[in-house]
T-cell receptor, first 113, second 108 residues
Framework: ETGVTQTPRHLVMGMTNKKSLKCEQHLGHNAMYWYKQSAKKPLELMFVYSLEERVENNSVPSRFSPECPNSSHLFLHLHTLQPEDSALYLC???WGPGNTEAFFGQGTRLTVV | TQLLEQSPQFLSIQEGENLTVYCNSSSVFSSLQWYRQEPGEGPVLLVTVVTGGEVKKLKRLTFQFGDARKDSSLHITAAQPGDTGLYLCAGVTRKLVFGQGTRLTINP
C-alpha cells in the first residue's frame, strides 16, 4: 500500500472517446504529478500541481487536460487521443514540488485503438 | 536538457551472481534517487544519495554517488529472483529527472 491509488488500472479507448484517469493520495502531500511511461523511454513528467495550482506543464498536447480539485485528488482528462499515446500513466505525490521522495501509484495502462 | 543515461538497459543473470548498474549524466544533481519498479506497480524509492562520494548499503544492494555528483552506481551482491524488476535512477534538481531504466532479470 503506497498511499497513492489510481483508477482504472487498465483502460482501452477509441480515438474519439473521452475518458478520465483518477488519482487519490492519502499521505497528506502537497504536490501531485502525472508521468507518462512508454517502453524504452525515460519517465516523462507531464504536469505538476502544488497546493492545487498547476506549476509545471511540460509541453503536453491539449488532448491531455489535468484537473486538481483539492490536494488529495488529481485527474487526467483524455480526449481524441492517438495510438502513440498508449502507455502507462503514473500519478505520484510528494511533500513539495521539488527535490523530495515521490510516492507513485500503480499506474493506469492505457491503450488507444 | 538534463539527461540521465542508464546502462545496461537490459541485464539477465543467474541467481547468486553479482551485478552493477550505472547511471551517468553530464549534469550535476543535488542528490540522486534509485527506484525499483515491479511489473504492474509504480516505482518505489530504494535510496537517496546526497553527498559526493557517498556510499549507502541496503542489505545486498550498495549505492554510490560519484564525487562530482554526476553519476551513480548500484551494485547487487548474490542476486536473487526477488531482485527482478526495472531499476530507475532519478537526478534531483528543481524536479526529478529519470533515466530510462535498467530491466533486470534474475534467473533461478
Amino acid at each position: 500500500e503506497t498511499g497513492v491509488t489510481q483508477t482504472p488500472r487498465h483502460l482501452v479507448m477509441g480515438m474519439t472517446n473521452k475518458k478520465s484517469l483518477k488519482c487519490e493520495q492519502h499521505l497528506g502531500h502537497n504536490a501531485m504529478y502525472w508521468y507518462k511511461q512508454s517502453a524504452k523511454k525515460p519517465l516523462e513528467l507531464m504536469f505538476v500541481y502544488s497546493l492545487e495550482e498547476r506549476v509545471e506543464n511540460n509541453s503536453v498536447p491539449s488532448r491531455f487536460s489535468p484537473e486538481c480539485p483539492n490536494s488529495s485528488h488529481l485527474f487526467l482528462h483524455l480526449h481524441t487521443l492517438q495510438p502513440e499515446d498508449s502507455a502507462l500513466y503514473l500519478c505520484a505525490s510528494s511533500w513539495g514540488p521539488g527535490n523530495t521522495e515521490a510516492f507513485f501509484g500503480q499506474g493506469t495502462r492505457l491503450t488507444v485503438v | 536538457t538534463q539527461l540521465l543515461e542508464q546502462s545496461p538497459q537490459f541485464l539477465s543473470i543467474q541467481e547468486g551472481e553479482n551485478l552493477t548498474v550505472y547511471c551517468n549524466s553530464s549534469s550535476v544533481f543535488s542528490s540522486l534517487q534509485w527506484y525499483r519498479q515491479e511489473p504492474g506497480e509504480g516505482p518505489v524509492l530504494l535510496v537517496t544519495v546526497v553527498t559526493g562520494g557517498e556510499v549507502k548499503k541496503l542489505k545486498r544492494l550498495t549505492f554510490q554517488f560519484g564525487d562530482a555528483r554526476k553519476d551513480s552506481s548500484l551494485h547487487i551482491t548474490a542476486a536473487q529472483p526477488g531482485d527482478t524488476g526495472l531499476y530507475l535512477c532519478a537526478g534531483v534538481t528543481r524536479k526529478l529527472v529519470f533515466g530510462q531504466g535498467t530491466r533486470l532479470t534474475i534467473n533461478p
